[in-house]
C-alpha cells in the first residue's frame, strides 16, 4: 500500500527535478552551451533515477543517492565551463579569472 508521505515526496520530487532541468536549460541557451536539451535531460535522469531509487524499498546508503544528484549539475558545470573558457590557451600560472600580473612571480624566471 502507497503511504501518503511517499506520494508527497514523489510529488515534491518530481517538481524539484523539472525545476532544476529548466533552470540548466535556460543557464545553456542563455550561455550558448551546446545541446542544451541535452544537458537537461541528463539532469532528469540523474535525478529521476536517484530519487526512485529513493522511493524504492531497496536499501541505498543516502551517500550513494546524493553522488547521484550532485552528478547531474556537475556534469552540466564542467561542459559550461569548457564552453565559457574553451576556446582560450591556457596558462599555467593564472587563474581564468584571475589578475594578469606576471611581476609577482618569480618562479617563471628561473
Known amino acids: 500500500m502507497v503511504s501518503l508521505q511517499g506520494i508527497a515526496v514523489a510529488l515534491v520530487g518530481v517538481a524539484a527535478i523539472f525545476g532544476c532541468a529548466a533552470v540548466v536549460y535556460r543557464d545553456a541557451t542563455r550561455n550558448e552551451v551546446s545541446r542544451p536539451i541535452l ?11 536517484a530519487l526512485g531509487l529513493y522511493l524504492a524499498p ?6 550513494g543517492l546524493l553522488v547521484m544528484v ?14 565559457t573558457y574553451g576556446d582560450e590557451p ?14 609577482s612571480d618569480n618562479s617563471r624566471d628561473e
Not at 544537458?39 to 533515477?49: D, K, L, P, R, T
Not at 550532485?70 to 564552453?83: K, N, S, T
Not at 591556457?90 to 611581476?103: I, V, Y
Open 70 to 83: 550532485v552528478g547531474g549539475p556537475a556534469l552540466y558545470l564542467f561542459e559550461r565551463d569548457d564552453a
Open 90 to 103: 591556457a596558462d599555467p600560472f593564472s587563474l581564468p579569472d584571475g589578475p594578469d600580473d606576471s611581476s
Open 58 to 63: 531497496l536499501a541505498v546508503p543516502i551517500p
Open 39 to 49: 544537458w537537461a535531460s541528463v539532469v532528469i535522469v540523474a535525478w529521476g533515477s
